[in-house]
């Protein structure tokens, strides 16, 4: 199998919306080495897989959980079956063997990046965040006893998808984002976005799951204009105070983060953050 992008990187901004989503929708993705390397170890063990050990076993690695729901969100189109919103129920609705045939060797982006250790950093910081912000979805989710717990683990790990993307198929404007940002630590994310790409990141990633048609439930989610929807508040909020916390708890916005998260969970501000602390002693992906 050919290890590297088929196609040279984007290096210019896009002309439209549009363009940037044909663009993505139409390229490989690359998903983590380990996860490359234990989708092997389930093939060869394919007799004892059960959707639910696929589904544990790639519940880090956002950009193989996007692969898996974007193959049965077409398989689902095409059989008028329910929605996959996890990978789990994606492999139900596959099954085992039908994943494996749709998912032989892997790319992944270690190799992708390899001798851009700029654009290396870049995902890495991006991975880690997705995991993060997953867990206290999760965590939030499992307190407020939401039915859709685990849904809300995989809205939150696919959350900054596009900007994973981003990455992989044009790591220099990537970079140039994170420089600008660098340079003037006020300066937002969606300008720095508008400034290099004419587009912001939030609405690549809502076209993009539109033109994959991923499920409904998982856009929605995953949109921060719903901010009055409380599963879409627990993602957002989750996603938020794992962006904040990345380098330091002494962020200045995180008393900010856990006044909002206590009063989405009905607890204290000092339970909160000794809640999101305890959650972040887990450990995280990270390339190799």
Same mark, same amino acid.
């Given at each position: 199998?050919?290890?590297?992008?088929?196609?040279?990187?984007? &290096?210019?901004?896009?002309?439209?919306? /549009?363009?940037?989503?044909?663009?993505? =929708?139409?390229?490989? %993705?690359?998903?983590?080495?380990?996860?490359?390397?234990?989708?092997?170890?389930?093939?060869?063990?394919? &007799?004892?897989?059960?959707?639910? !050990?696929? $589904?544990?076993?790639?519940?880090?690695?956002?950009?193989?959980?996007?692969?898996?729901?974007?193959?049965?969100?077409?398989?689902?189109?095409?059989?008028?079956?329910? &929605?996959?919103?996890?990978?789990?129920?994606?492999?139900?609705?596959?099954?085992?063997?039908?994943?494996?045939?749709?998912?032989?060797?892997?790319?992944?982006?270690?190799?992708?990046?390899? $001798?851009?250790?700029?654009?290396? &950093? $870049?995902?890495?910081?991006?991975?880690?965040? /997705?995991?993060?912000?997953?867990?206290?979805?999760? =965590?939030?989710?499992?307190?407020?006893?939401?039915?859709? =717990?685990?849904?809300?683990?995989?809205?939150?790990?696919?959350?900054?998808?596009?900007?994973? @993307?981003?990455?992989?198929?044009?790591?220099?404007?990537?970079?140039?984002?994170?420089? !600008?940002?660098?340079?003037?630590?006020?300066?937002?994310?969606?300008?720095?976005?508008?400034?290099?790409?004419? %587009?912001? *990141?939030?609405?690549?990633?809502?076209?993009?799951?539109?033109?994959?048609?991923?499920?409904?439930?998982?856009?929605?989610?995953?949109?921060?204009?719903?901010?009055?929807?409380? #599963?879409? #508040?627990?993602?957002?909020?989750?996603?938020?105070?794992?962006?904040?916390?990345? #380098?330091?708890?002494?962020?200045?916005?995180?008393?900010?983060?856990?006044?909002? %998260?206590?009063?989405? @969970?009905?607890?204290?501000?000092?339970?909160?953050?000794?809640?999101?602390?305890?959650?972040?002693?887990?450990?995280?992906?990270? *390339?190799?």
């Amino acid at each position: 199998m050919n290890d590297s992008p088929a196609l040279p990187p984007i &290096d210019r901004p896009l002309p439209s919306l /549009s363009a940037w989503v044909q663009a993505f =929708a139409g390229r490989e %993705i690359p998903v983590l080495a380990t996860s490359a390397e234990a989708l092997e170890q389930l093939r060869a063990d394919e &007799d004892s897989v059960d959707a639910h !050990l696929i $589904g544990e076993t790639f519940a880090s690695d956002p950009l193989m959980s996007l692969k898996v729901l974007v193959a049965a969100a077409q398989l689902g189109r095409e059989r008028r079956n329910a &929605d996959a919103e996890t990978v789990t129920s994606a492999v139900v609705l596959m099954g085992i063997t039908p994943f494996f045939t749709t998912f032989g060797p892997q790319p992944t982006l270690e190799h992708w990046l390899v $001798g851009q250790p700029q654009a290396r &950093d $870049g995902a890495e910081a991006v991975l880690r965040r /997705s995991e993060r912000a997953a867990r206290y979805a999760l =965590a939030f989710a499992a307190h407020r006893m939401d039915q859709d =717990a685990q849904i809300l683990h995989s809205a939150a790990l696919l959350h900054d998808f596009a900007e994973l @993307l981003l990455w992989c198929h044009a790591p220099a404007l990537a970079q140039e984002i994170r420089r !600008l940002q660098a340079l003037d630590p006020n300066l937002r994310s969606i300008k720095a976005q508008q400034q290099v790409l004419g %587009i912001e *990141l939030a609405a690549l990633e809502q076209a993009l799951m539109k033109t994959w048609h991923l499920p409904p439930l998982l856009a929605h989610i995953t949109d921060d204009r719903h901010h009055h929807d409380p #599963q879409t #508040q627990c993602v957002r909020l989750a996603v938020r105070v794992a962006r904040h916390s990345s #380098q330091s708890w002494e962020n200045p916005a995180i008393p900010d983060d856990v006044k909002d %998260i206590s009063a989405l @969970l009905n607890l204290g501000p000092e339970p909160t953050l000794r809640l999101l602390q305890d959650i972040d002693r887990e450990s995280g992906p990270s *390339l190799r």
